[in-house]
T-cell receptor, first 110, second 114 residues
Framework: AQSVTQLDSHVSVSEGTPVLLRCNYS??????LFWYVQHPNKGLQLLLK??????LVKGINGFEAEFKKSETSFHLTKPSAHMSDAAEYFC????????FGTGTRLQVFP | DGGITQSPKYLFRKEGQNVTLSCEQN?????MYWYRQDPGQGLRLIYY???????QKGDIAEGYSVSREKKESFPLTVTSAQKNPTAFYLC?????????????FGPGTRLTVL
């Protein structure tokens, strides 16, 4: 069965420092991968998606993710965290349905 | 503004009662979905519909029912048969169910059973 693993349930960073949220997916011949963000008591918002074009995908709010087939990874990064980035982040693998990771809660300290 | 609306935002239910959660979209999307979110877990698919008057069970459909009489509307009923209904419910839509079509989410309804 297809699966998605988010390696950290919580990540804490200081404002202005880099963010790294890790995601691994189970092998698929041609994966379709997304990152969504969820602020408290809100719906999910799409940050970016990979659909077999460029391996480095740029998203909204300065986020980007790199698809590495050899490592079956799709890690999310941002060079400089902002307080407003504090939220829950979900890595999602789209097969014939969306398969969600269990989420990573990002805390940003001033 | 195009988007997905869910109502109510908060809902309280007594045990043994059925409740219906509303989901409306004006994105002209064919496919609509209902998810359940519990603390510390990803979203789990309850039901989905790819076209009007048709819908399929997801991974956790027991105790839930849906209808799709109009393209823009996909209400979810949480029945008394659902043993643990307290959760955050999210509705989503997409142009279709192909792999490249991202889903757009509504703001959610938090259901609490008293």
């Amino acid at each position: 069965a297809q699966s998605v693993t988010q390696l950290d349930s919580h990540v804490s960073v200081s404002e202005g420092t880099p963010v790294l949220l890790r995601c691994n997916y189970s092998s698929s011949y041609s994966p379709s991968l997304f990152w969504y963000v969820q602020h408290p008591n809100k719906g999910l918002q799409l940050l970016l998606k990979y659909t077999s074009a460029a391996t480095l995908v740029k998203g909204i709010n300065g986020f980007e993710a790199e698809f590495k087939k050899s490592e079956t990874s799709f890690h999310l990064t941002k060079p400089s965290a902002h307080m407003s980035d504090a939220a829950e982040y979900f890595c999602v693998h789209n097969t014939d349905k969306l398969i969600f990771g269990t989420g990573t809660r990002l805390q940003v300290f001033p | 503004d195009g988007g997905i609306t869910q109502s109510p935002k908060y809902l309280f239910r007594k045990e043994g009662q059925n409740v219906t959660l509303s989901c409306e979209q004006n994105l002209n999307h064919d496919a609509m979905y209902w998810y359940r979110q519990d603390p510390g877990q990803g979203l789990r698919l309850i039901y989905y519909s790819q076209i009007v008057n048709d819908f399929q069970k997801g991974d956790i459909a027991e105790g839930y029912s849906v209808s799709r009489e109009k393209k823009e509307s996909f209400p979810l009923t949480v029945t008394s048969a659902q043993k643990n209904p307290t959760a955050f419910y999210l509705c989503a839509s997409s142009r279709g169910r192909t792999r490249d079509n991202e889903q757009f989410f509504g703001p959610g309804t938090r259901l609490t059973v008293l």
